[in-house]
């Protein structure tokens, strides 16, 4: 099984691109907390991918210091540079994304900000998109 949970901070906004096809892909690094031995502090910065509607609803919603807690898969992959240089590199391919704070707006945090997800307010779905 291949399942990856973290909790972390956007180290910057999240990138979002679009294919050839039109399907939106979104990128950012999320800085994960680890504990030493000697109870410091260091950080792991770990590269998230996430495509399609998720990925145009991070690029919408998510800012650089934003918590989330991003739940998906490992994927290492090789490509070349296009000096012809082989690379390799590990990203987590997110499938499910939970904002766990509001959206920062200039000038400190949103008016009434809570923690977790009702602090977005009711969700609303087309009939047709209701999963029951």
């Known amino acids: 099984m291949n399942k990856v949970i973290l909790v972390g901070r956007l180290v910057r906004d999240p990138e979002i691109r679009y294919t050839q096809n039109g399907k939106a892909v979104a990128s950012f690094t999320l800085a994960v907390d680890k504990y030493t031995g000697q109870g410091q502090r260091e950080a792991d910065f770990i590269p ?38 082989k690379r390799r590199v590990a990203e987590i391919v997110a499938q499910n994304i939970e904002f766990l704070e509001r959206k920062q707006v200039q000038g400190g945090a949103a008016p009434g900000a809570g923690t977790g997800a009702e602090a977005f307010g009711p969700q609303v779905f087309p009939e047709e998109e209701i999963p029951f």
């Open 48 to 85: 998230i991918v996430v495509w399609d509607k998720l990925a145009e609803v991070c690029g919408n919603n998510l800012t650089k210091g934003q918590r989330v807690l991003v739940e998906g898969r490992l994927q290492i992959r090789d490509y070349e540079t296009k000096e012809g240089q």
